[in-house]
Structures are given as C-alpha cells and as structure tokens.
C-alpha cells in the first residue's frame, strides 16, 4: 500500500450517492492540505474538490452543491460525499496531499497520491 489510499468507489444509478475515503498512512493530514482529482481516458486529470489543513473547503463549478469533502482528524482520513451524481462524474477518483494550508487546484502541486477508486455512474 501507498501513503495513501482511497476507498468507497463503486456502481451507482444516476441521482445516487457514495462516499470516498483517503486514508493516509506515515504522515499525518491534519498538517496537509488534501484534494480530490478525477481522471477519464483520454481527457487531463480534472480538480473536484480540496480541503486545507485547517479545514477550508474549495469545489470545482461542476460539483458544488452536489460534493462534500469533508475530514476525520482522528481517522487521519478524508471524505468526499458525491450525491446527486451524473453519468459525466464517472472517472477514476484519486486523493493527493501536499503539505501547509495553501490549496492548489493544480494536480503537480500535490506530493503524494493514491492509487485512485474507480466511480461508474449508469444513466
């Protein structure tokens, strides 16, 4: 395993739900700044969602009022609740870190990076 791993992807109806999980092993996120990417083949990785260390919340346009991220500094985890979902949120999921408060919605300012969950999305 990585220093960090996502959970929670999975099948879901369009309108439905699912939460995903980042939990980090070696270091501790409450010190990080976490976001949440998304990639489709053939398209660039795209920027959901981030979390500052002191819990500042940041949603791409496409995903506001339907995402939640969200922490558990005791579970050193960090969740992304997708509700309402499309069949255009189908991507592989991938949560990243870096370190400080400073979010960044560019991928290559992140240090570390799971290995992603895959979201499927049915019409």
Aim: proline share 2%; charged share 15%; aromatic share 12%.
């Amino acid at each position: 395993q990585g220093l960090l791993v996502e959970s929670g992807g999975g099948l879901v109806q369009a309108g439905g739900s699912l939460t995903l999980s980042c939990a980090a092993s070696e270091f501790t996120l409450s010190t990080h700044t976490v976001g949440w990417f998304r990639q489709t083949p053939g398209k660039e990785r795209e920027f959901v969602a981030a979390i500052s260390a002191t819990g500042r919340t940041y949603y791409a346009d496409s995903v506001k009022g339907r995402f939640t991220i969200s922490r558990d500094n005791a579970k050193n985890t960090r969740y992304l609740h997708m509700a309402y979902l499309r069949p255009e949120d189908t991507a592989l999921y991938y949560c990243a870190a870096k370190t400080g408060d400073v979010v960044y919605t560019r991928g290559p300012m992140y240090n570390f990076w799971g290995q992603g969950t895959q979201v499927t999305v049915s019409s």
